[in-house]
């Protein structure tokens, strides 16, 4: 009785549904949320009028997906889109630190000012969700040390969307500019995972209109990400970003262009202490992930550099250079 008649606080009512959502496996109904869990019990009639409380319930679920909590909807096979028998769970795997992991509170504050790093940027959401998961470990912030962060200004406006497609399982769709195209292509997908690899955002998703697996560079994303609506056609596994990352690397210990560096110049210096090169009788073997990307680097460090192979690389970079001439003469 006493629950039923005092007031509880929002967040109470978002820890208590996180909670149950986190140690169910299954996941749970909509009704057994209402009907079980603290901050919405008290309330629930069952038979009466619940619009209220099952719009407060919608809110929660976008605060929970904007503070990072990833709360899973599950169709009931065979009733796919009908939300009174969908289920809702937050996996365990996606939203814990790893058993072994401990900070001590010197390092908590480090963390904190890593997050507020990027308050400034597009990620700056990313640093409110990385501050509310650090407190609720119980930690008390120095708001003094807080003070003292840096700003740091992100560009890939592609990313939240992103994100927030792959929490709630929704196909997105984003104008899409290939090297070599005269204009962009419009893709239709189902999101998966976004890694960071050799300093860049990469998004893993399904083309659904190709009906195959892509990885696309998030700054070749020339739209706005739109949500079509519709829910995504496939999910992540639980190693997703692990599998992605792999890929990604072996694409990146294959993929190599063999250049010559004038010594001492820039393009030497760089060149030679960026990661996996070799130097090979005088000529250095330098590996990239994306070798349109890596065309762009070389074409900027001009006739201090020559491209040996691929003869790819070599007619980019020489497209690039002729592209200046047109523009300058």
């Known amino acids: 009785m006493a629950d039923s008649v005092r007031k509880v606080p929002v967040e109470e ?8 959502l986190l140690a169910t496996e299954q996941g749970l109904t909509k009704a ?5 869990v603290t901050g919405y019990a008290a309330r629930y009639e069952q038979g009466g009028d619940r619009a209220s409380l099952e719009r407060q319930f919608e809110r929660d679920k976008e605060d929970l997906r904007d503070l990072g909590v990833p709360l899973e909807t599950v169709d009931e096979r065979g009733a796919e889109g009908d939300t009174k028998l969908q289920r809702y769970r937050i996996p365990p795997s996606r939203y814990q630190l790893p058993d072994d992991l401990e900070f001590s509170a010197e390092e908590y504050a480090l963390l904190t000012l890593a ?3 990027w308050r400034e940027g597009s990620l700056s959401t990313d640093s409110r969700r990385a501050l ?3 407190q609720s470990l119980g930690l008390r912030i120095d708001d003094d040390v807080i003070g003292f962060a840096p700003t740091i200004r992100t560009r890939d406006a592609a990313y939240e969307p992103l994100s927030a497609a792959i929490d ?3 196909q997105v769709s984003f104008d899409y500019l290939k090297p070599g195209q005269p204009s962009a292509e419009r893709r239709l997908v189902s ?3 976004l890694v960071y690899h050799e300093g860049r955002w990469h998004l893993h998703a399904h083309d659904d209109r190709a009906d ?3 990885t ?5 994303i020339v739209s706005v990400v739109e949500s079509t609506g519709s829910p995504a056609t496939h999910r992540p596994g639980a190693d997703e970003p692990v599998h992605v990352l792999a890929e990604l690397e072996a694409l990146w210990q294959s993929t190599i262009a063999t250049v010559a560096t004038r010594p001492g110049s820039e393009a030497d210096v760089v060149l030679r202490n960026r990661p996996g090169t070799t130097d090979v009788d005088g000529r250095l073997a330098v590996h990239a992930t994306d070798l349109d990307i890596l065309a762009d680097e070389l074409a900027a460090f001009g006739a201090d550099v020559r491209v040996i192979e691929p003869a790819a690389v070599r007619d980019a970079v020489r497209a690039r250079w002729q592209s200046v001439v047109q523009a300058h003469g």
């Open 13 to 20: 009512r978002l820890f208590s549904l996180v909670l149950a």
């Open 132 to 134: 509310t998961k650090l």
């Open 32 to 36: 057994e949320i209402l009907s079980t």
């Open 168 to 170: 709630r399982g929704q």
């Open 115 to 117: 997050a507020q790093v």
């Open 191 to 193: 999101p998966l995972a």
């Open 216 to 220: 696309f560079l998030l700054r070749r």
């Open 212 to 214: 195959a697996a892509r």
